[in-house]
């Protein structure tokens, strides 16, 4: 590619965990990209990269970047900035760049933080991915809402009051980022008599997939990729 032309920066939902959930469209623009860059924690191989790896062609440039989690904006706002740095490189130079992202881009998606960053620079595309908002409640086997039921989506790391006051008034939920934070919302849902109703999984899709009852849960080894679903108690 003349390395005058800027590349084009594509961001693709590569799904929850089963790769036969790719969308045939990520797939098109996975394969068809010179370089494919993914997310990981410094200490463990990307997830999303294992997600596609069968179907990546052997000769692309693999870029690897690191977004840790929990940090104050302004700590975070630096190195992310030094993170994507040779994702931008890349463009600059003119190769097409597609970012794998787990589930869904736009749904608490890795590929944000890149987005807001890069899109305005270069041509920017995202391709929506099968979310664990979609994933989760078909593993479990159950409808999630029914006719006009209002669905409400909680990150577990928000104050108990506010779980609280959010449970209250949805017909229902999916708590979402449980880590550490899984005996909090646990016991919230005991408080309001909702953990007759809650069901919790972890790597929806996954080969490590695991449905277990809420309170055989061991709480020291909750995943940060599980969920509690809490289908509507309505039956139309």
């Given at each position: 590619?003349?390395?005058?032309?800027?590349?084009?920066?594509?961001?693709?939902?590569?799904?929850?965990?089963?790769p036969?959930?790719?969308t045939?469209?990520?797939?098109?623009?996975?394969?068809?990209?010179?370089?494919?860059?993914?997310?990981?924690?410094?200490?463990?191989?990307?997830?999303?990269?294992?997600?596609?790896?069968?179907?990546?062609?052997?000769?692309q440039?693999?870029?690897?970047?690191?977004?840790p989690?929990?940090?104050?904006?302004?700590?975070?706002?630096?190195?992310?900035?030094?993170?994507?740095?040779p994702?931008?490189?890349?463009?600059?130079?003119?190769r097409?760049?597609?970012?794998l992202?787990?589930?869904?881009?736009?749904?608490?998606?890795?590929?944000?933080?890149?987005?807001?960053?890069?899109?305005?620079?270069?041509?920017?595309?995202?391709?929506?991915?099968?979310?664990?908002?979609?994933?989760?409640?078909?593993?479990?086997?159950?409808?999630?809402?029914?006719?006009?039921d209002?669905?409400?989506?909680?990150?577990?790391?928000?104050?108990?009051?506010?779980?609280?006051?959010?449970?209250l008034?949805?017909?229902?939920?999916?708590?979402m980022?449980?880590?550490?934070?899984f005996?909090?919302?646990r016991d919230?849902?005991?408080?309001?008599?909702?953990?007759?109703r809650?069901l919790?999984?972890e790597?929806?899709?996954?080969?490590?997939q695991?449905?277990?009852?809420?309170?055989?849960?061991?709480?020291?080894e909750?995943?940060?990729?599980a969920?509690?679903?809490?289908?509507?108690?309505?039956?139309?």
């Amino acid at each position: 590619m003349n390395s005058n032309t800027k590349g084009r920066l594509y961001g693709i939902g590569v799904g929850p965990g089963d790769p036969e959930l790719l969308t045939l469209k990520a797939l098109r623009l996975l394969q068809a990209a010179p370089v494919v860059a993914y997310q990981s924690a410094t200490d463990r191989d990307s997830i999303a990269r294992a997600i596609v790896a069968q179907y990546l062609t052997g000769n692309q440039i693999e870029v690897l970047f690191h977004l840790p989690r929990a940090l104050k904006p302004e700590t975070a706002e630096s190195i992310y900035d030094q993170e994507i740095a040779p994702i931008a490189d890349h463009l600059a130079a003119g190769r097409d760049v597609v970012v794998l992202c787990e589930g869904d881009p736009f749904f608490y998606g890795s590929f944000m933080y890149v987005f807001t960053r890069l899109s305005e620079q270069y041509e920017t595309e995202v391709v929506p991915g099968v979310s664990s908002l979609m994933a989760c409640p078909v593993a479990l086997g159950v409808p999630f809402t029914y006719y006009n039921d209002i669905l409400t989506v909680l990150p577990a790391p928000l104050p108990p009051e506010e779980l609280t006051t959010q449970l209250l008034t949805t017909d229902a939920a999916a708590i979402m980022k449980l880590g550490r934070h899984f005996t909090k919302v646990r016991d919230i849902l005991h408080q309001l008599g909702l953990a007759s109703r809650a069901l919790y999984i972890e790597r929806a899709t996954m080969t490590q997939q695991r449905i277990v009852p809420l309170d055989e849960v061991d709480p020291t080894e909750v995943p940060y990729f599980a969920m509690i679903v809490i289908p509507s108690k309505n039956r139309l």
